[in-house]
């Protein structure tokens, strides 16, 4: 079946634009997550969504990022007034998880963004 | 939650068995250990996780110590495309659902 999608894969900014990232999870799956992975490093959480709800954003570097899945499916990454240090591979995942449990998070491929 | 430590680097040949280490000496009695890999420009992959008791499925096995402060991912005939970094992380069962990944284990399998 189809797994996570990611667009744009790659993305190139420059500096100070506002940049929008989207992931579409796998049918069905009620959680959400976003990472960052700088070059040479893990991802790093930024944000998980339970269905519509934002539930944990701790991981949000700054106001500049936000974060919607308004109707509990597709997700939007919004990054405002772009700086060099955004510059990263943005990961999106998804897992049946509802509260507790395990279930495998199944990550897209990421989008590439690169701020100049 | 806890914390783990990985080799940086190892190499290993196309058809032996790979196997990487994992120090958790810090993890809690609720914590599982999971193991997910990093394919160059993919997004990680689950492999496998654990309790306390040992387990295997059609990727790896995963060894832990009786003690639970470190495991052993296994590879049992690496090929070249399991050339990947891997990724050890402690987790709770239940709460919190984000992954915390360290740096890793960057996996070279030579032919």
């Known amino acids: 079946g189809a797994g996570v999608s990611q667009s744009p894969r790659y993305k190139v900014a420059k500096r100070g634009q506002d940049v929008a990232l989207r992931c579409d999870p796998i049918?069905?799956?009620?959680?959400l997550f976003w990472y960052q992975q700088a070059l040479g490093q893990g991802p790093e959480f930024l944000t998980y969504?339970?269905?519509?709800?934002?539930?944990?954003k701790s991981g949000l570097p700054s106001d500049r990022f936000f974060a919607e899945r308004p109707e509990g499916s597709v997700s939007t990454l919004k990054i405002q007034r772009t700086q060099q240090e955004d510059s990263a591979v943005y990961l999106c995942?998804?897992?049946?998880?509802?509260?507790?449990?395990?279930?495998?998070?199944?990550f897209g491929p990421g989008t590439r963004l690169t701020v100049t | 939650d806890a914390k783990t430590t990985q080799p940086p680097s190892m190499d290993c040949a196309e058809g032996r068995a790979a196997n990487l280490p994992c120090n958790h000496s810090?993890?809690?009695?609720?914590?599982?250990v999971y193991w997910y890999r990093q394919i160059h420009s993919q997004g990680p992959q689950y492999i496998i996780h654990?309790?306390?008791n040992n387990e295997t499925n059609e990727m790896a096995s995963l060894i832990i110590t009786e003690d639970r402060k470190s495991s052993t991912l296994i590879l049992p005939h690496a090929t070249l495309r399991d050339t990947a970094v891997y990724y050890c992380?402690?987790?709770?069962?239940?709460?919190?659902?984000?992954?915390?990944f360290g740096q890793g284990t960057r996996l070279t399998i030579n032919p």
């Open positions: 969504f339970q269905n519509e709800a934002q539930l944990d």
């Open positions: 654990g309790l306390k």
């Open positions: 049918s069905g799956h009620v959680s």
């Open positions: 992380i402690v987790r709770p069962s239940q709460g919190a659902q984000k992954l915390v």
């Open positions: 995942a998804s897992s049946r998880s509802e509260t507790g449990g395990f279930y495998e998070q199944y």
């Open positions: 810090t993890i809690s009695g609720n914590e599982y």
